[in-house]
């Protein structure tokens, strides 16, 4: 069998997406340390709704315009997740940093899907599936989600995460963002894929330190 796993992070200032941006564009000095001997640096598979596919800045300026959505004080812009699945699932289909590979596109393809069925339609503005680190098989995602407010389409980060949390019947908001991801993945990726603690996913040898940073030492 193999396994899923989620992490979500909030965003609250311009300037994490700004930094987010330097990351992914390999303009920091992490980044740059993450590209494996021989990758193209910046290799990936990656889309936005900005005219840049890494301008997470841009992209959540159009998101605000094409959903006519406010923010509200103080209160979080957007959310991170990071969609992982066992690399071995990719390999099995193809390098694990191939682009052509099948699994690749699905994966990419579906952690948008998973996160639009809960956060809404529209609700992601940035996709990343690096190719150029030593690991593999993790997603990006940017995510504004939209609810009204007083009859005003609002960003909200906190309000679908409830509405997971109930949907999914579990007691807080990670094991429903788990619970989800694995069930998405068994549906519409894989059968074998399962639930699986984050901290199962760390120690693989093909987990980026990155990635393994962000995944480390958290339960289900």
């Not at 899923?4 to 700004?18: P, S, Y």
Request: aromatic residues 6%; hydrophobic residues 40%; proline residues 3%.
């Amino acid at each position: 069998m193999f396994k899923a796993a989620i992490r979500v992070n909030k965003i609250k200032t311009i300037a994490q997406l700004r930094g987010l941006t330097h990351h992914a564009e390999r303009a920091d000095e992490v980044g740059r340390a993450r590209v494996r001997e021989g990758a193209v640096a910046g290799d990936a598979l990656a889309w936005s709704k900005a005219e840049e596919d890494r301008d997470y800045v841009a992209a959540f300026k159009a998101h605000k315009v094409e959903l006519r959505a406010g923010e509200r004080k103080n209160a979080p812009i957007a959310m991170q997740a990071l969609c992982v699945v066992s690399p071995e699932w990719v390999q099995q289909a193809g390098d694990l940093h191939d682009r052509a590979n099948p699994r690749n596109v699905a994966l990419f393809d579906q952690a948008k899907a998973w996160a639009e069925s809960w956060a809404g339609k529209g609700a992601v503005f940035g996709v990343r599936l690096d190719l150029d680190e030593k690991g593999g098989a993790v997603v990006d995602l940017m995510i504004a989600p939209v609810r009204d407010s007083r009859g005003k389409p609002v960003i909200s980060t906190q309000k679908p995460l409830t509405e997971l949390k109930g949907a999914m019947g579990e007691h807080n908001e990670y094991s429903a963002l788990q619970t989800s991801w694995a069930a998405w993945c068994a549906t519409n990726l894989d059968a074998k894929i399962e639930r699986g603690l984050r901290r199962e996913l760390t120690a693989r040898k093909h987990l980026s330190p990155e990635t393994y940073g962000m995944v480390h030492g958290q339960g289900s």
